[in-house]
């Protein structure tokens, strides 16, 4: 007979799930909703969301230390904080794009809303928790609405886009889950924590049969982190969703997944094992540089942000492989800048989205936005800063992320990796300039049907504005900034 | 007055800024107004310059990124200070001979950004705040050079723009390295100049960390073989883009090797003495040659430039006050002159819309003021004695005799060279017959362009005459930064190296 489970309400710890209730409880208030009145404006699901976001974002200041909880799968430390609280700017971000000023088909529907509430909080289980169960589910929760998500937005290029994204996505999450289950295999536990200390006890007995799990723990977050070469499907994807939606899956999947990759590695490289800092150290290298190259040749200026942001994946994946104090903190504070950057400049190209095409074979080529700077100053400026910001010029916000970044895989000893950085920041200037000589240095195109800004209305502009200025003004608020930032790894300990 | 520096790097960009609301016919009159206030503050700074203190002063330091030890420090010595005043004053220059007519609005608000970013990189003694100058200073000219330019401008900006940032990215790299060295050596971070004088480095290291900064350095200034991309530049750069290139920018990379890499790297700065010579030696011969077989009159200036950038490095790598401050006066008087001769390019171009020396001939006759000014420009450029081209040249090539009189003959070709295609030159523009009829109608110079050429051609008569005024201040900082350099080397070879090339004048 099986004993009766008892199981104290005390012991769960539940104040450790307040920030993905808050999420749960918000998205099903929003189904609610719609069962009682239908046909409401978007904009009540826009606010409802970051009223929503808002709270989350409250609940999240609340924690200090690391809080275990719900039997201790639950693990609210500094880097998972740090991570929501991304997830959660970034996505309140987002959503205000969906005011946009045309109509696009999914955010007619109340579902667009909860599911992208679900998805966040999917994302902030993910990041909270050393449990590779429960990470697993949080991965493929937010997954699933994501994949919703895109085709929502209705053309055929979307669908495309989500089934391409869901297949390899399934591929991905057959992975992780093979891959937990060696680990569960080899140690007994599914737990990082008691992963880690049960391999080093054992001094990475079974050798072969650990490496087997990494590489299919790798391809399952390559996936998710479009590392090289599980990066095939990101362009394509982008490209099928819409702009705005684009530049979300450029930044919160990508550190849902990078905090998991985190946990994961520092296994591995807190130890010096030889073998998984090899293999790190060429996805890292391949990824910062073969996207780089096909981003030269894209005349789409969408896939050339979709390449640009797979290398500066591989950027960042570097600093989980130098794997010091100050390699986290860069981690961090690059994928904070690069969140404001880029997604900004990717609502820029939401702006410019109009619904008629003139003849181009995709949305956003580059001669779409030739003689920008005469047609329409302002625009065309802003967009210059985020691509100076994100070619690493500096003073603009991003420069730091790099140089922090670069600081400390040097200080880390990783002379040839930072040299290797370098010279990639080098290569991406050429593709950013070239959009930028597009705005600024040609004449405009002999076409007045082309209409830009078409989308644009007081709260994007007020998106775009806000990350601009984050943008320009990085130099004033980098010292606070990264003071957080330490405060936070520095309790975790990574 | 003290943050004289501060207001000397955001005045002009604050008045870009404000420039916005001015409107477009007004534009030139606030730009000139904008950089002459810009020149007298300069003037000011150099007036209440203590010549007889050789270290830093009117320093400023705020911290930025205090975990990291980045802060916002500024400072002047004497062989930055006349950098400084030769920025603002060719910018004023520049502005005041401004023929252009295109969309001249942007064209002055960019060239004041530009200024902010090149009065930085000269009083910036923090490495991550030089280096935010430095690269920030590539957009402006970029945008000058890519709207405004010939033909083939967006090839010519970009290529100049990715040569220049890859180059400095590596510097990046060797700044953020010496960073942490300054970090395990003293446990605190760190990235002001000052500080890291104080480092001894092994000599390994040493040659690696030159080697980065070189990489940065040489590309700007730029020298053989990572030149390619100045002929193109200057080619289609609009003549207040060459100006402004050839006068300061240029001189980044020449400063840089003066302020980084003598103090930072006294080893490997003797060890590479020769094999730097060498390089500056075939800049000079060789791009004296390839201007020799120009047709275009621009062009052979823009090699000319390479050619006496060539010397200038010869004279920082001589490694004695001699040499080191021949090549800062060599760096003002290049600024002057190639700025100058870039504009007088830019007046013909103005009236016949090319540069083919097969075009002119026999100029003298229907524009003799022009023959006159470009006459004096052009005589001290080749080195002529009494201009301010002699001055450099001579003091350059004399500090290098001291390390090698054989190559410093090769070197002294320069001034063969030189005045063999720049006669050649002169000889086909502007004497001879008219044999063009569309050049009997040319007009003379006039208004506002003999306000910009005047006082170029004034400070070049009047420092060739008299050098001192700029010799005295710069040959104490040069002489502390010898000092430094002499202690700071580790091995005995290069500390008596060092002691020995400085020896000129010396009775023994």
Not at chain 2, 177 to 189: A, E, H
Not at chain 2, 240 to 257: D, E, H, P, Q
Not at chain 2, 374 to 385: D, E, Q, T, W
């Amino acid at each position: 007979m099986i004993e009766p489970i008892s199981v104290d309400i005390e012991a769960l710890n539940l104040p450790s799930l307040v920030p993905m209730l808050v999420a749960i409880v918000g998205a099903l208030v929003i189904l609610c909703i719609d069962l009682v009145t239908k046909n409401l404006h978007k904009s009540l699901y826009v606010m409802l969301s970051i009223l929503v976001i808002l709270i989350d974002l409250g609940t999240l200041i609340g924690y200090s230390g690391a809080t275990r909880g719900f039997f201790d799968v639950m693990l609210m430390d500094g880097i998972s904080i740090l991570a929501q609280m991304i997830i959660l700017v970034a996505s309140g971000l987002f959503i205000i794009l969906a005011l946009s000023q045309q109509r696009f088909h999914e955010y007619r529907y109340p579902e667009y809303f909860a599911l992208f509430l679900f998805m966040i909080a999917g994302f902030q289980f993910m990041v909270a928790s050393d449990n590779l169960i429960l990470i697993f589910v949080g991965l493929e929760t937010a997954s699933m609405a994501l994949y919703t998500l895109i085709a929502m937005h209705n053309r055929d290029k979307s669908t495309e886009a989500a089934i391409k994204y869901f297949t390899m996505g399934a591929l991905a999450a057959g992975f992780f889950a093979f891959g937990s289950m060696i680990f569960y295999g080899l140690t007994g536990s599914v737990e990082l924590g008691q992963i880690s200390a049960s391999l080093v006890a054992s001094d990475f007995a079974n050798y072969p049969i650990v490496l087997l799990g990494v590489v299919f723990i790798i391809g399952g977050l390559g996936f998710k982190l479009s590392l090289v070469p599980f990066h095939t499907w990101a362009p394509d994807v982008y490209e099928g969703s819409s702009s705005a939606m684009a530049g979300y899956m450029s930044v919160v999947p990508k550190i849902a997944a990078f905090v998991v990759a985190l946990r994961f590695f520092e296994i591995f490289v807190s130890v010096d094992n030889r073998w998984v800092e090899m293999v790190l150290y060429i996805i890292v290298i391949t990824t910062m540089t073969i996207p780089n190259m096909v981003a030269l040749v894209q005349k789409d200026v969408k896939r050339m942000l979709a390449y640009s942001s797979i290398s500066h994946a591989g950027f960042v994946m570097g600093a989980i492989l130098v794997g010091t104090t100050q390699a986290t903190e860069s981690l961090f504070l690059y994928w904070i800048l690069f969140m404001f950057t880029n997604l900004g400049a990717f609502a820029m190209l939401w702006v410019n989205r109009t619904k008629n095409d003139h003849g181009f074979q995709s949305d956003h080529p580059f001669e779409k936005f030739s003689g920008l700077i005469k047609l329409a100053p302002v625009p065309a400026t802003i967009m210059g800063l985020f691509l100076l910001s994100l070619a690493g010029v500096p003073p603009f916000s991003l420069f730091w992320g790099k140089m922090y970044l670069i600081g400390a895989t040097v200080n880390g000893g990783y002379i040839i990796l930072a040299l290797i950085m370098a010279l990639n920041s080098a290569i991406a200037a050429y593709y950013y300039l070239k959009l930028i000589v597009y705005m600024f240095l040609k004449e405009p195109r002999e076409d007045d049907r082309i209409e830009f800004m078409g989308n644009a209305n007081k709260p994007l502009k007020t998106v775009i504005g806000v990350s601009a200025v984050i943008t320009v003004t990085s130099i004033l608020y980098i010292d606070p900034l990264l003071e957080m930032i330490s405060t936070y790894v520095q309790m975790s300990g990574f | 007055m003290e943050h004289i520096l501060s207001i000397l790097i955001f005045f002009p960009a604050f008045a870009a800024v404000m420039g916005f609301m001015v409107h477009k016919d007004a534009i030139r009159t606030y730009g000139i107004t904008v950089t002459t206030i810009e020149f007298l503050l300069s003037c000011f700074l150099w007036v209440s310059f203590d010549s007889n203190y050789a270290g830093m002063q009117f320093s400023e330091f705020i911290p930025v990124i205090s975990q990291y030890g980045i802060a916002y420090n500024l400072g002047v010595d004497g062989i930055s200070l006349f950098l400084i005043i030769m920025t603002t004053f060719m910018t004023m220059i520049s502005i005041i001979g401004l023929t252009e007519k295109r969309e001249l609005k942007n064209l002055i608000l960019t060239v004041l950004f530009l200024e902010m970013t090149m009065v930085g990189v000269f009083v910036a003694l923090d490495a991550i705040v030089f280096y935010v100058f430095w690269e920030l200073s590539l957009v402006p000219m970029l945008y000058i050079i890519g709207a405004w330019g010939g033909k083939l401008r967006i090839y010519a900006s970009i290529k100049f723009f990715l040569y220049t940032f890859t180059g400095s990215l590596v510097m990046l790299v060797g700044m953020l390295y010496l960073g942490y060295v300054y970090f395990q050596t003293t446990g605190n971070w760190s990235f002001s100049i000052i500080d890291w004088n104080m480092m001894m480095l092994p000599i390994d290291m040493q040659m690696w960390l030159f080697v980065a900064f070189f990489l940065g350095f040489a590309i700007k200034v730029p020298m053989v073989p990572f030149h390619t991309w100045l002929p193109y530049a200057h080619g289609q750069a609009p003549t207040i883009g060459s100006v402004i290139l050839a006068a300061v920018l240029l001189k980044m990379g020449t400063y840089g090797f003066i302020r980084f890499s003598l103090p930072l790297f006294p080893d490997a700065s003797v060890a590479m003495m020769i094999p730097m010579a060498i390089l500056a030696i075939i800049a000079i011969v060789y791009t004296a040659l390839v201007a020799y077989a120009q047709e275009d009159i621009k062009q052979v200036i823009a090699y000319s430039s390479v050619s006496h950038m060539g010397v200038i490095i010869l004279g920082i790598f001589a490694l004695n006050v001699e040499g080191i401050g021949g090549s800062l006066f060599l760096m003002i008087s290049h600024g002057i002159v190639s700025g100058g001769l870039f504009m007088l390019v830019g007046v013909i171009y103005d009236r016949r819309h090319t540069k083919m020396m097969s075009e002119f001939g026999g100029l003298a006759r229907v524009m003799p003021m022009y023959a006159t000014v470009f006459g004096i420009m052009l005589m001290a450029s080749v080195g002529l004695p009494l201009t301010i081209g002699f001055v450099g040249e001579f003091l350059s090539l004399l500090g290098f005799f001291a390390v090698s009189p054989i190559l410093t003959g090769i070197a002294g070709t320069t001034i063969i060279l030189g005045a063999a295609y720049m006669l050649v030159l002169y000889k086909k523009t502007f004497f001879g017959p008219i044999t063009n009829p569309i050049n009997e109608k040319l007009q003379d110079i006039k208004g506002r362009e003999i306000a910009a050429l005047v006082p170029l051609v004034m400070l070049v008569v009047y420092l060739g005459v008299y050098p001192k005024p700029i010799l005295e201040p710069v040959d104490k900082s040069v002489k502390q930064l010898v000092q430094v350099m002499y202690l700071k080397s580790v091995t005995p070879e290069a500390k008596a190296k060092i002691a020995t090339v400085n020896t000129i004048g010396e009775t023994k």
